[in-house]
């Protein structure tokens, strides 16, 4: 067992209170130790200090070892930027420094338009709050304030309003060290000094969304929320974000059942405090009007509603028989589905209906089993050497991609990335290796020494003495690539010394590896067969067949060949239309239940909001199916599925 790092402490006095600190540590957050809070706005914890704002001056001095004696300094000193030190004493609370801070907010509020009853930002604005606890009651100020263009675009997102800034500089920090796209900036000077991107574009960040909750006022506002509530209007209620497989902790907002916003909550394991756009701005599908409501079942030509009895009834007598014929049906489900879909799901269709062909996988590349994941997503910040292959992390896994650049970022953490194009990685990688489309393969064999670099150079296009380069210092090295990489490169890299990680794309593929046998026909493979004519039943579960990339034409003649199709799915896609019976299905908020993040780590979200029109979720539906072919006392609630399954045993 590695022997726990020593922290060195310092005592230091706060507000007559003899404290003990790690050294080095910003008053700002030492004083917290004591259950205080100094006043800020251009402070954050997770960006670098720069005392732009005053509004955290503090009264410092020092003691003296010899006889006690403590002599303090002439003028205050700005807490976010003052490191501790032995002997340290510090007053947060005096009559000057109450008087200091209404002079900060008195200046902050000069030319502020104190728009609070229209601006998005009341009810949860700290220069609101800071305003009310230690501002001024009245202005001295009668002069005509600076007026600016109100509610200007910045992206399709975020929306800029000038006269509201304060110049704390957290959006551009926020671009800088943490996103790392540098789009925003500080043009002009004086009290024309703003906040905006270079030759004023589009703010096309796509970690956009994280500018808006660390703007200390309104400055900065969401688009798709302008207008809509008031924060005392909504209920709070904690989600896991399922647009990717990060898993990273939200909070849902909600109003009379309808989706809201999403916020990003603090999980230090996973996305500390931050989210990308597609998890912030990409629920509404929640509030879609083609959320499907009630069961439909075929007659003639005409999808007509009908009730659950007559689609069971249907379902059952469809894929009866299978025992004799186990490749005659299949059942393809989506990676978004919760845990308990998928153990109640294998359950009825392997144990039930008598065929292994249940599975997920509708891209080639996609591997058998289980994905080799040796790191966690808060240990890559740690890795001193890493290998990104065959992935854009800032696409495919945007939480890693934030852990990976903050290693780079604080801890000079060497990075080298082979993609077929360059990306954000490549913007601050060591080494960027950039390989002809479907040659990967023989760069990861010229990785793991299988291939000489010599061929791997003639085939990938890369210049062989920047191959030779980087081979040479991957030893040891954290690789991270995904579960849709060719399965080739993947063998060849698993072989490299160091750490390997084949991380899942999908919501909940990595629960969906765990609870699946995955020893039957592949869901590609399903819908090929289909396509013959060689399936007589296909049951399709939270995804649409449409939209995963496969030809369109032979996903049309898979569809119209089957000759019975069961759709069970929140919406009605495209593949809705060709059923012969379809069931509503709860989506994740809608429901109980776990999920598995690409690193493994299971998380349980409550039901937050009713379920639309009679929708449940489907791991209900397997159950009432199972229980009519074999009567037994069935689950009630999700937690107790996952009970059943020790690979989801926390």
Not at 71 to 78: E, G, L, N, T, V
Not at 124 to 134: I, S
Request: hydrophobic share 40%; glycine share 8%.
């Amino acid at each position: 067992m590695a022997a726990a790092t020593d922290i060195q402490t310092v005592n230091i006095i706060v507000n007559g209170i003899e404290l003990a600190v790690p050294k080095g540590e910003l008053v700002v957050e030492a004083v917290k130790r004591l259950g205080l809070e100094i006043p800020i706005f251009c402070y954050h914890p997770r960006l670098k200090p720069v005392g732009m704002c005053r509004m955290c001056l503090v009264e410092t001095g020092m003691k003296n070892p010899a006889d006690g004696t403590i002599r303090m300094m002439p003028k205050p000193a700005a807490a976010c930027t003052l490191p501790v030190s032995e002997g340290l004493v510090v007053n947060t609370e005096s009559d000057a420094l109450h008087k200091d801070r209404k002079g900060v907010l008195e200046f902050l509020l000069i030319n502020h338009p104190l728009d609070c009853p229209i601006c998005d930002r009341g009810g949860e604005c700290p220069l609101q709050n800071n305003t009310l606890f230690y501002g001024p009651a009245t202005s001295r100020f009668i002069e005509q304030k600076r007026h600016a263009v109100k509610a200007f675009p910045l992206s399709d997102y975020v929306t800029l309003d000038l006269e509201r800034c304060i110049q704390c500089a957290r959006c551009v920090r926020f671009t800088e060290e943490i996103s790392g796209d540098s789009q925003l900036a500080f043009r002009f000077r004086g009290n024309k000094t703003q906040p905006i991107t270079f030759g004023e574009t589009k703010f096309t960040s796509k970690f956009s969304g994280n500018v808006i909750e660390i703007c200390p006022v309104g400055a900065l506002t969401n688009r798709k929320y302008r207008f809509r509530a008031r924060p005392w209007d909504l209920q709070t209620s904690e989600a896991v974000c399922l647009n990717c497989s990060n898993g990273c902790n939200i909070w849902f907002d909600h109003r009379a059942g309808k989706v809201i916003r999403v916020n990003a909550r603090t999980n230090e394991a996973i996305n500390e405090e931050w989210t990308c756009d597609k998890g912030k701005f990409g629920h509404d599908y929640y509030n879609d009007e083609k959320r499907l409501e009630t069961p439909f079942a075929r007659t003639g030509d005409e999808l007509q509603k009908a009730d659950y009895a007559t689609v069971y009834a249907k379902l059952l007598e469809a894929f009866q028989g299978a025992q004799a014929n186990p490749n005659s049906v299949g059942m393809i489900v989506g990676e978004g589905l919760s845990n308990e879909t998928y153990i109640t799901a294998q359950s009825f269709f392997t144990g039930q209906v008598g065929s292994p062909n249940i599975d997920y996988r509708l891209s080639a590349n996609q591997q058998i089993g289980a994905s080799t994941v040796d790191n966690s997503i808060e240990s890559l910040e740690h890795a001193k050497n890493t290998l990104v292959f065959g992935t854009h992390l800032a696409d495919d896994l945007p939480i890693v991609f934030l852990r990976v650049r903050k290693g780079w970022f604080n801890r000079g953490n060497n990075v080298i990335v082979a993609v077929d194009r360059a990306d954000e990685v490549s913007e601050f990688a060591t080494q960027t290796l950039v390989y002809k489309t479907g040659t990967e393969a023989i760069l990861a064999k010229a990785f793991a020494g299988t291939a000489t670099v010599q061929e791997a150079a003639e085939k990938t296009g890369i210049p062989e003495g920047d191959l030779q380069d980087a081979i040479s210092k991957v030893a040891g090295a954290t690789v991270i690539t995904t579960t849709r990489l060719n399965h080739e490169a993947a063998e060849a890299l698993k072989s490299l010394e160091g750490t390997y990680n084949a991380y899942p794309l999908g919501a909940n593929e990595r629960g969906a590896q765990l609870a699946l046998a995955t020893n039957g026909l592949s869901a590609l493979d399903q819908v090929k067969r289909a396509a013959n004519g060689e399936l007589k039943a296909l049951w399709v579960v939270g995804v649409d067949l449409f939209s995963v990339g496969l030809p369109r034409e032979e996903v049309i003649k898979a569809l119209e060949n089957v000759d019975f199709l069961a759709v069970q799915d929140s919406r009605r896609s495209e593949t809705f239309y060709y059923a012969s019976v379809s069931l509503p299905m709860t989506l994740p908020a809608e429901q109980d239940g776990s999920y598995t993040n690409c690193e493994g780590t299971t998380q349980f979200m409550r039901a937050i909001i009713p379920p639309v029109g009679e929708a449940k979720p489907a791991w209900r539906v397997f159950e009432e199916l199972s229980i009519r072919l074999n009567p037994r006392m069935p689950f009630s609630q999700a937690s107790e599925i996952l009970a059943t399954a020790p690979a989801f045993a926390r």
